[in-house]
């Protein structure tokens, strides 16, 4: 499982590469694929924007248990399993989703 702040330094690893890559190519091409990039970071940076609220909501949720020292029901124990679940899914999904923006970045 990835951690958001490994996420996130892939992201500006991208964003700065395809910057320098980008460089030397044609001009039309360099546009065009610019575009493309740029749009598909840009939806990258939403959804994990998104998935990021998710999990700070989580993390106070867990904090506030913490710091009250409240015994958990059978309920809320399967509601934190199935949003720790969630956060493995979802980390997964936006890991594939930045292959495919790096792919995108690589093509000539």
Same mark, same amino acid.
């Given at each position: 499982?990835?951690?958001?702040?490994?996420?996130?330094?892939?992201?500006?690893?991208?964003?700065?590469?395809?910057?320098?890559?980008?460089?030397?190519?044609?001009?039309?091409?360099?546009?065009?694929?610019?575009?493309?990039?740029?749009?598909?970071? $840009?939806?990258?940076?939403? @959804?994990?924007? =998104?998935?990021?609220?998710?999990?700070? /909501?989580?993390?106070? *949720?867990?904090?506030? $248990?913490?710091?009250?020292? @409240?015994?958990? =029901?059978?309920?809320?124990?399967?509601? /934190?399993?199935?949003? *720790?679940?969630?956060?493995?899914?979802?980390?997964? @999904?936006?890991?594939?989703?930045?292959?495919?923006?790096?792919?995108?970045?690589?093509?000539?």
């Amino acid at each position: 499982m990835y951690s958001i702040y490994t996420l996130l330094n892939h992201l500006e690893y991208l964003i700065k590469s395809s910057k320098v890559k980008h460089m030397n190519k044609s001009k039309a091409k360099t546009n065009h694929q610019n575009t493309l990039l740029s749009e598909a970071l $840009l939806d990258y940076y939403d @959804e994990f924007a =998104d998935f990021n609220e998710n999990c700070a /909501f989580l993390c106070d *949720a867990f904090s506030s $248990l913490v710091d009250n020292h @409240e015994l958990l =029901d059978q309920t809320s124990i399967h509601g /934190f399993a199935r949003n *720790a679940d969630w956060i493995k899914k979802r980390t997964g @999904e936006l890991k594939e989703k930045l292959k495919q923006i790096r792919a995108l970045d690589s093509v000539d």
